[in-house]
């Protein structure tokens, strides 16, 4: 196989490198799967490598899968020992073999999320916590899950998680302790548990760990970048011996911290294997030029990382268009009627992609699709108003407009300690079907037929229902959401949803949205249209990967996946960059998400800018751009204000 005529010459330089560790950086578009695969044909084919003496480490069973089938193909051997793939199958087939010298029995069970859900709250209710102040399973099982990704201390951990809450820290770590007695009595593990018993397997057991630095000659991971401090563990324990490791992976798309990744594992990668070689993947096959070098301006305002430039090899096409636009409406309009213009011209709509950084950002855009019946797909996730704790929410406006909402008053009964489908149901029709609460008596009714650890949550929720005429919130949907939060939800959310400060982001979004109408049910009869709008017609969600639409997702979502045409939404300060990211860790990891967001563009890059938005008490607030656009050199982008 002549490598040097299928391969460029920094992809080249990088496959043929000798024994040793060694850090590829590649850049977004510049080949980094391709020279993976070619390293592993080189491995076996040059250096007489047998191919199940290579272990190679991923993140998504896809790429494992699709690398090695690839290589399978180029030297006609099988690659895939059952050892090679995601972190997570590797510490499971280490375990199966070695569990006995952990104190599991080799044939552990692993627990399904369900599964482990289930087993949490057993061990909850075990321990009686207090159903009214204490987390949801799943909200447990993610703080556990980061922090031992992290190899982190749990109750400094647990204790910053529920800083502003009523949850007793020493509860949750009880729970913890209980939770891991529960698996271990029962010969079972959770997903994260894989990597931590693997990680302990290969730490302690000097004959185990030594059988497989003999075994796996050579380790190649990648997407480094994403690794936690438990995954790059691992992987050091294994070539401790014969440090024949290959990572690669960009520092520029570091953008999962918030996970439990840890990019410095990335960035002193040369302090860690002292005489590493490095190795840089900058000629870019995906985007034009003029897209490269948008992307080459903000991602330089990051000093700590490894300066690199992106170095094109298409031939030129259109600019990059910047559109400052009045305000999120108009933004909406805008996208719309750029995509069909590029559709008219052959640009294919599922070739179409609109990025945000929070899911909030696109609710004007996919109520204004709606009206348009324009088909579209959100790719990362359920659609705005689908969401559950914007469901949530709403259903306050719901059951306050029309008190015979049998949906409204069970979803929000349920919300409450004790009280389920079967409780609420029973509640709604002993009031007789009609739940008035605008009306102290319906309150005094409701409050003795709820369970008693149910009754002090609404006590506090009672003077907003009361308030809703006298203090004519009627007109006022935004200040009805903002009240019922500060009064229950926000609570709710800390305890129920591991997202939740993504979460009270898009609430906080919703309440501003609100200001477009004048009444309660004007904005749910909005609602109702989008969302039957939406239903009307539209696929399986089966059929959604080929149906021909319009993609939105948020860029977290986007990573790995390109588009002819991009657009990316509310590029101004505090929403693009996001404040809340900034007030925590900086605008570094903001840049990176940028960059990300721009390099997912082969052909037409659009960034939109709304100048002005409405606030919940009727003002208005002018936005400033985006520092990112800031950086940017007018001479790069065409200013699109006149368009319209």
Same mark, same amino acid.
């Given at each position: 196989?002549?490598?040097?005529?299928?391969?460029?010459?920094?992809?080249?330089?990088?496959?043929? %490198?000798?024994?040793?560790?060694?850090?590829?950086?590649?850049?977004?578009?510049?080949?980094?799967?391709?020279?993976?695969?070619?390293?592993?044909?080189?491995?076996?084919?040059?250096?007489?490598?047998?191919?199940?003496?290579?272990?190679?480490?991923?993140?998504?069973?896809?790429?494992?899968?699709?690398?090695?089938?690839?290589?399978?193909?180029?030297?006609?051997?099988?690659?895939?020992?059952?050892?090679?793939?995601? /972190?997570?199958?590797?510490?499971?087939?280490?375990?199966? =073999?070695?569990?006995?010298?952990?104190?599991?029995?080799?044939?552990?069970?692993?627990?399904?999320?369900?599964?482990?859900? *289930?087993?949490?709250?057993?061990?909850?209710?075990?321990?009686?916590?207090?159903?009214? &102040?204490?987390?949801?399973?799943?909200?447990?099982?993610?703080?556990?899950?980061?922090?031992?990704?992290?190899?982190?201390? @749990?109750?400094?951990?647990?204790?910053?998680?529920?800083?502003?809450?009523?949850?007793?820290?020493?509860?949750?770590?009880?729970?913890?302790?209980?939770?891991?007695?529960?698996? *271990?009595?029962?010969?079972?593990?959770?997903?994260?548990?894989?990597?931590?018993?693997?990680?302990?397997?290969?730490?302690?057991?000097?004959?185990?760990?030594?059988?497989?630095?003999?075994?796996?000659?050579?380790?190649?991971?990648?997407?480094?970048?994403?690794?936690?401090?438990?995954?790059?563990?691992?992987?050091?324990?294994?070539?401790?011996?014969?440090?024949?490791?290959?990572?690669?992976?960009?520092?520029?798309? =570091?953008?999962?911290?918030?996970?439990?990744?840890?990019?410095?594992?990335?960035?002193?990668?040369?302090?860690?294997?002292?005489?590493?070689?490095?190795?840089?993947?900058?000629?870019?096959?995906?985007?034009?030029?003029?897209?490269?070098?948008?992307?080459?301006?903000?991602?330089?305002?990051?000093?700590?990382?490894?300066?690199?430039?992106?170095?094109?090899?298409?031939?030129?096409?259109?600019?990059?268009?910047?559109?400052?636009?009045?305000?999120?409406?108009?933004?909406?309009?805008?996208?719309?009627?750029?995509?069909?213009?590029?559709?008219?011209?052959?640009?294919?709509?599922?070739?179409?992609?609109?990025?945000?950084?929070?899911?909030?950002? %696109?609710?004007?855009?996919?109520?204004?699709?709606?009206?348009?019946?324009?088909?579209?797909?959100?790719?990362?996730?359920?659609?705005?108003?689908?969401?559950?704790?914007?469901?949530?929410?709403?259903?306050? #406006?719901?059951?306050?407009?029309?008190?015979?909402?049998? #949906?409204?008053?069970?979803?929000?009964?349920?919300? /409450?300690?004790?009280?389920?489908?079967?409780?609420?149901?029973?509640?709604?029709?002993?009031?007789?079907?009609?739940?008035?609460?605008?009306?102290?008596?319906?309150?005094?009714?409701? $409050?003795?037929?709820?369970?008693?650890?149910?009754?002090?949550?609404?006590?506090?929720?009672?003077? @907003?229902? #009361?308030?809703? !005429?006298?203090? &004519?919130?009627?007109?006022?949907?935004?200040?009805?959401?903002?009240?019922?939060?500060? %009064?229950?939800?926000?609570?709710?959310?800390?305890?129920?949803? +591991?997202? &939740? *400060?993504?979460?009270?982001?898009?609430? +906080?979004?919703?309440?501003?949205?609100?200001?477009?109408?004048?009444?309660?049910?004007?904005?749910?009869?909005?609602?109702?249209?989008?969302?039957?709008?939406?239903?009307?017609?539209?696929?399986?969600?089966?059929?959604?990967?080929?149906?021909?639409?319009?993609?939105?997702?948020?860029?977290?979502?986007?990573?790995?996946?390109?588009?002819?045409?991009?657009?990316?939404?509310?590029?101004?300060?505090?929403?693009?960059?996001?404040?809340?990211?900034?007030?925590?860790?900086?605008?570094?990891?903001? !840049?990176?998400?940028?960059?990300?967001?721009?390099?997912?563009?082969?052909?037409?890059?659009?960034?939109?800018?709304?100048?002005?938005?409405?606030?919940?008490?009727?003002?208005?607030?002018?936005?400033?751009?985006?520092?990112?656009?800031?950086? $940017?050199?007018?001479?790069?982008?065409?200013?699109?204000?006149?368009?319209?």
């Amino acid at each position: 196989m002549n490598f040097k005529d299928e391969l460029n010459e920094e992809q080249y330089v990088a496959v043929t %490198a000798p024994d040793g560790s060694a850090l590829v950086i590649a850049a977004a578009g510049t080949g980094k799967t391709r020279t993976l695969i070619y390293r592993l044909a080189y491995l076996v084919t040059e250096k007489n490598v047998q191919p199940w003496e290579v272990l190679l480490l991923t993140f998504t069973n896809k790429a494992a899968k699709e690398m090695l089938t690839r290589a399978e193909t180029l030297v006609q051997r099988r690659f895939n020992s059952g050892y090679s793939g995601t /972190f997570h199958s590797f510490a499971n087939r280490l375990l199966r =073999s070695h569990a006995d010298s952990i104190g599991f029995g080799k044939d552990f069970t692993i627990l399904d999320a369900d599964d482990a859900k *289930k087993l949490m709250r057993s061990c909850a209710d075990e321990l009686e916590m207090d159903k009214k &102040h204490f987390p949801k399973p799943d909200v447990l099982l993610s703080l556990f899950g980061v922090v031992s990704g992290r190899m982190g201390d @749990l109750s400094a951990a647990v204790d910053e998680r529920f800083e502003h809450s009523e949850v007793a820290p020493d509860d949750v770590l009880n729970v913890h302790a209980r939770y891991q007695s529960r698996k *271990k009595d029962s010969n079972s593990m959770d997903f994260d548990d894989l990597l931590i018993f693997a990680h302990k397997l290969l730490a302690e057991n000097e004959k185990i760990r030594s059988f497989y630095q003999e075994e796996f000659k050579y380790v190649l991971v990648d997407e480094y970048q994403d690794t936690n401090a438990i995954q790059a563990g691992l992987v050091n324990l294994l070539v401790q011996v014969h440090g024949n490791l290959m990572v690669v992976g960009d520092d520029f798309q =570091s953008i999962y911290s918030w996970r439990g990744a840890d990019s410095r594992n990335f960035l002193d990668f040369e302090k860690t294997y002292p005489g590493a070689q490095t190795f840089k993947l900058q000629i870019n096959y995906r985007s034009t030029p003029e897209i490269l070098e948008v992307a080459n301006e903000v991602i330089a305002g990051n000093p700590d990382q490894f300066q690199k430039e992106l170095q094109a090899v298409r031939e030129s096409q259109a600019m990059p268009h910047l559109a400052k636009v009045r305000d999120g409406s108009v933004q909406a309009r805008y996208v719309i009627e750029r995509a069909m213009e590029l559709n008219r011209k052959g640009t294919p709509l599922s070739e179409i992609c609109i990025l945000y950084r929070a899911h909030f950002h %696109a609710m004007e855009l996919q109520m204004e699709l709606a009206r348009a019946q324009m088909p579209y797909v959100v790719t990362s996730g359920v659609r705005f108003f689908e969401q559950a704790h914007v469901k949530d929410v709403c259903t306050v #406006l719901k059951l306050l407009v029309n008190p015979s909402d049998e #949906l409204a008053f069970t979803r929000l009964l349920e919300m /409450f300690p004790k009280v389920g489908k079967k409780t609420s149901l029973k509640i709604f029709r002993k009031l007789g079907g009609r739940v008035n609460l605008q009306r102290s008596e319906i309150h005094e009714e409701l $409050i003795a037929a709820l369970p008693k650890a149910a009754r002090e949550g609404w006590e506090e929720l009672k003077p @907003l229902f #009361l308030a809703y !005429r006298e203090d &004519h919130l009627q007109n006022d949907p935004g200040e009805v959401i903002f009240r019922f939060v500060k %009064a229950f939800y926000k609570e709710y959310m800390v305890e129920n949803f +591991d997202n &939740h *400060k993504f979460r009270a982001e898009d609430i +906080d979004g919703l309440i501003d949205f609100t200001v477009k109408f004048d009444s309660t049910e004007a904005f749910l009869s909005e609602i109702a249209l989008l969302s039957n709008l939406d239903n009307d017609g539209s696929k399986a969600p089966s059929e959604e990967e080929n149906q021909d639409a319009l993609r939105l997702s948020t860029i977290h979502q986007a990573k790995g996946l390109e588009w002819k045409a991009v657009f990316i939404l509310f590029l101004n300060e505090d929403m693009f960059p996001s404040k809340k990211a900034i007030e925590e860790v900086g605008d570094s990891e903001e !840049r990176r998400l940028f960059y990300v967001a721009v390099t997912r563009a082969e052909d037409q890059l659009f960034l939109c800018s709304p100048m002005v938005r409405r606030q919940r008490d009727g003002g208005m607030i002018f936005l400033d751009p985006s520092r990112f656009l800031e950086e $940017i050199p007018e001479d790069l982008l065409t200013d699109d204000r006149g368009f319209f």
